[in-house]
């Protein structure tokens, strides 16, 4: 199993040289040069169980079954529930995928520590170093940081926008009393974040000098730890039941980890809403329009204030091929419309690929604030439960979905991530849950300072040459 860049120019490299990467040298995204078909899991399977046999398949014999459960099992400890990703119902036929019962409270904590334990595993084996980068939006930073706390072979060093993620996301990057995790608070948006990150990675000399890489939802090891809590819904809700997904939608990692999932069989059909909320750049690009870097609107749910969505990029590329099959994708058009994009601020999709996205099984959904305040307070008085703004982003989309199947919504975050909003619209509290409450107990640690890639390279440079 090898991957290849979205934009074609780079070579191909094994599981592990894409994962220790994140971005490929030609600036595109490491995706599978083929799709393995893996075995579904039977209902009752264990997620460790599946999570192994996933995240096997793709790592294509870069590590042993054995040791790739022994990571999965050290990365899912943690978590306060057993099935790590319980399905809850919320109504008839519909349910809550929930991903927020790690140590940060949101959904990337699942991906994120598994790449910390295969970090970790893999820079003891050989004896190195890194310097890992991570860029954003409020949820991901917490998770690198938890998860990476405490490593013996790892500095992380975090950009979040200053000012643009809630309290309580910022207490778990800032305040996890570990002198590997750095933070930096740039006065801007998580675009230029993401901007900054992208470039210094892509700066050849600079990425070998400190040993840099990026964990963000750009890393393929996300994508594919994320695919499997798809595979374990469709199992638990019988396996050959067709499921149509909400994935409250901002960089596109989630959403695209459940088109991986189908690609691999793990799933029995593939519908997925992308659930936006203001900042519907991925609804627009499923319907057709051009690449475009907008200013981001800050909206109630955070997380998702993203214009420009990383991994659409991958999305793009699978539908340069006509038949769908992957040996006959082509970087050459996705690099052009990247280059324009950076150029000019534009950058087309050819119509035929434009008609291919739209045909994927995959359509977009704009939720407003105001759309979004209200399925807060439905939800409440319909289950008894507050649930954080990005999930109810999902829950009101998915109330538009026609299906007569399943319809699951993917509860991104616990309400207690954004005690602030939950209190101004529904009027109770959110209080941390025991497992979080350490965090509130430290003092934050972070730095402010431009959005300015050479800020941040300088920074790096004197973390890296202390340790
Ligand atoms: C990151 C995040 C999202 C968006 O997920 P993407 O993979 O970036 O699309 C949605 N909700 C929450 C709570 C998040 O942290």
Avoid at 118 to 123: E, H, M, P
Avoid at 230 to 251: C, K, Y
Avoid at 393 to 409: K, N, S, W, Y
Avoid at 440 to 451: C, H, L, Q
Wanted: glycine share 8%; hydrophobic share 40%.
């Amino acid at each position: 199993m090898k991957y290849v860049s979205t934009r074609g120019y780079s070579e191909a490299v094994d599981f592990l040289a894409a994962s220790l990467a994140g971005l490929a040298p030609d600036g595109g995204l490491y995706t599978p040069v083929s799709w393995p078909q893996i075995e579904r899991p039977k209902a009752g399977d264990s997620y460790v169980e599946t999570a192994t046999r996933v995240l096997s398949a793709f790592a294509g014999g870069t590590l042993s079954d054995e040791v790739i459960c022994t990571l999965a099992e050290r990365a899912y400890a943690p978590f306060a529930h057993q099935s790590v990703a319980p399905l809850v119902e919320v109504g008839p036929n519909r349910w809550m995928l929930e991903l927020h019962h790690g140590p940060t409270l949101a959904f990337k904590d699942v991906a994120m520590r598994l790449i910390a334990q295969l970090y970790d595993y893999v820079l003891e084996q050989r004896g190195e170093r890194m310097t890992i980068l991570c860029a954003t939006s409020g949820d991901t930073g917490g998770a690198a940081a938890s998860a990476f706390a405490g490593s013996k072979r790892v500095d992380m060093v975090i950009l979040h926008p200053h000012n643009r993620v809630s309290p309580v996301q910022r207490l778990f990057m800032t305040a996890t009393g570990s002198d590997n995790v750095h933070n930096l608070a740039l006065e801007g948006d998580f675009d230029g974040t993401q901007a900054i990150l992208k470039q210094l990675i892509g700066d050849e000399h600079f990425r070998r000098r400190v040993g840099l890489a990026a964990v963000n939802s750009i890393n393929w090891t996300r994508v594919a730890a994320q695919s499997v809590y798809f595979a374990q819904a469709q199992a638990q809700l019988g396996g050959d039941r067709p499921i149509h997904f909400v994935v409250p939608t901002g960089n596109f990692g989630d959403a695209l980890a459940g088109y991986v999932a189908a690609r691999s069989g793990l799933l029995n059909s593939f519908r997925i809403t992308a659930a936006v909320n203001a900042n519907d750049a991925m609804a627009r690009l499923l319907s057709g329009q051009p690449l475009t870097r907008g200013d981001t609107a800050p909206t109630i749910s955070p997380a998702m204030d993203i214009q420009l969505p990383s991994n659409f990029e991958r999305l793009f590329y699978e539908a340069t091929s006509a038949n769908g099959d992957p040996a006959v994708r082509n970087g050459a058009i996705v690099a052009k419309a990247y280059a324009e994009l950076a150029a000019k601020g534009q950058g087309g999709i050819p119509p035929d690929v434009s008609a291919r996205l739209a045909s994927m099984g995959l359509d977009g959904h704009r939720v407003s604030d105001d759309e979004t305040r209200e399925e807060m307070k439905r939800t409440l008085t319909e289950t008894g439960w507050a649930v954080c703004p990005h999930t109810a982003v999902g829950l009101a989309a998915a109330r538009r979905v026609r299906h007569e199947g399943p319809i699951v919504t993917l509860a991104t975050a616990h309400a207690a991530k954004f005690p602030e909003t939950v209190r101004e619209v529904l009027g109770v509290d959110a209080p941390l849950p025991a497992r979080a409450q350490p965090f509130a107990s430290r003092p934050e640690k972070f730095d402010t300072g431009p959005m300015s890639a050479d800020f941040v390279r300088e920074r790096i440079l004197s973390i890296a040459m202390k340790s």
